[in-house]
């Protein structure tokens, strides 16, 4: 059964780092994972999708790496700003039929 | 449409009282999704449709949560004699052919908070 863990669970940090979100997964056998921000009181917005055959996607400030063979990935963010505070989820799959989510890491950056 | 929509938004009801949460996916997308994330919790797969079949129900908490699919489209979820316990955020996603299987990631809607008091 596919477990996912999200480290650090909360992250508080000035406006301009740069930061590193972890996420670990017990199956490596996954088609791919994808990440996701959630807003408070809001639904899920796709961020990143990385396919298992790649090692890692680039959206503007966010880089998402996948390393399969270790179970884990990392999102990194850039020069972080205050519109970054929401929880960033990652995802993957169980079989072909559901995502499986991590806790998530509530982030929240301060100007 | 040009995105996962879910209504209604915000739901509160009786304790006892039957409720019906809808979701409109993408057009074109045959696999959809429901989840629920209570507060302060992660979320919680419920079930998968696979155009109108579910062929994953496995994560429904009891027989009183059931849910269908017509024209593999509109999906509705339906708890029956809801109990406090329920009091959730419901999410549904959609997306194009076996989802994840497939290489195509998934598509939230905004989701339904539902309050049983």
């Known amino acids: 059964k596919q477990e996912v863990t999200q480290i650090p669970a909360a992250l508080s940090v000035p406006e301009g780092e740069n930061l590193v979100l972890n996420c670990s997964f017990t199956?490596?056998?996954?088609?791919?994972l994808q990440w996701f921000r959630q807003d408070p009181g809001k639904g899920l917005t796709s961020l990143l999708l990385?396919?298992?055959?790649?090692r890692e996607q680039t959206s503007g400030r966010l880089n998402a790496s996948l390393d399969k063979s270790s179970g884990r990935s990392t999102l990194y963010i850039a020069a972080s700003q205050p519109g970054d505070s929401a929880t960033y989820l990652c995802a993957v799959p169980e079989n072909t039929d559901k995502l499986i989510f991590g806790t998530g890491t509530r982030l929240q950056v301060f100007p | 449409g040009a995105g996962v929509s879910q209504s209604p938004s915000n739901k509160v009801t009786e304790k006892g009282k039957d409720v019906e949460l809808r979701c409109d996916p993408i057009s074109g997308h045959t696999a959809l999704y429901w989840y629920r994330q209570s507060l302060g919790q992660g979320l919680e797969f419920l079930i998968y449709f696979q155009g109108n079949s579910a062929p994953d129900k496995s994560g429904l908490p009891s027989d009183r949560f059931s849910a269908e699919r017509t024209g593999g489209s509109v999906s509705t979820l339906t708890i029956q004699r809801t109990q406090q316990e329920d009091s959730a955020v419901y999410l549904c996603?959609?997306?194009f052919g076996q989802g994840m299987a497939t290489g195509y990631g998934y598509t939230f809607g905004s989701g339904t908070r539902l309050t049983v008091v």
């Open positions: 199956d490596s056998a996954i088609y791919n």
């Open positions: 996603a959609s997306s």
């Open positions: 990385i396919q298992s055959s790649q």
